[in-house]
């Protein structure tokens, strides 16, 4: 997978509540990208190329299209 970074960057706080966790996106960012209350935002953990831990999301809901990993090398070839 590839990633193209847009100029949209923002902090988001995790939330703990009693048996339950929370991301939050700021309103404003929720209104910039165009998404409403209810909609569903896939999302997926990875690993950059350091090793560092990230999540992507999809904001378009729809979930990630699974790929297998035999493909994935044969395409790299």
Not at 31 to 38: H, I, P, Q, S, V
Not at 40 to 49: C, G, L, N, Q
């Amino acid at each position: 997978m590839r990633i193209t970074f847009q100029f949209h960057g923002w902090k988001s706080l995790l939330q703990m509540k009693a048996g339950t966790s929370k991301i939050l996106i700021l309103k404003p960012v929720v209104k910039g990208l165009g998404l409403e209350r209810g909609m569903p935002i896939y999302s997926y953990t990875a690993k950059d190329e350091n090793g560092r831990p990230l999540m992507v999301s999809y904001l378009d809901g729809k979930p990630k299209e699974i790929v297998k990993e035999d493909e994935v090398k044969q395409d790299e070839e």
